[in-house]
Nanobody, 121 residues
């Protein structure tokens, strides 16, 4: 069974930093893309940052210049470094991966359970 496990959320003051990690485990054949989405109370889930295999990372306009995304292919892990955090960054952050599992010809989207990031003013 494939799963994504996030870590690194928490409470931080405005201007501070946090680093989120997400590790994919299970019978993974190939990971096409990994990234992070977030959902604030009363709002829709939105893309924060994503990195496609062999491609450049992409970011939401609201986090450009403050967040970076990186991936360790050997560990099937994606990281989100969040700097200069603002109260409006407060949300549940979800890890996402588009993966092909062993024995399947199809790529499927997988989601982590989410980790809460709270930025106080």
């Amino acid at each position: 069974q494939v799963q994504l496990v996030e870590s690194g959320g928490g409470l931080v003051q405005a201007g501070g930093s946090l680093r989120l990690s997400c590790a994919a485990s299970g019978s993974i054949f190939r990971i096409n893309a990994m990234g992070w989405y977030r959902q604030a109370p009363g709002k829709q889930r939105e893309l924060v940052a994503a990195i496609i295999s062999g491609g450049n990372p992409s970011f939401a306009d609201s986090v450009k210049g403050r967040f970076t995304i990186s991936r360790d292919n050997a560990k099937n892990t994606v990281y989100l470094q969040m700097n200069s955090l603002k109260p409006e960054d407060t949300a549940v952050y979800y890890c996402h991966a588009n993966m092909v599992v062993a024995g399947s010809p199809y790529a499927v989207d997988y989601w982590g359970k989410g980790t809460l990031v709270t930025v106080s003013s």
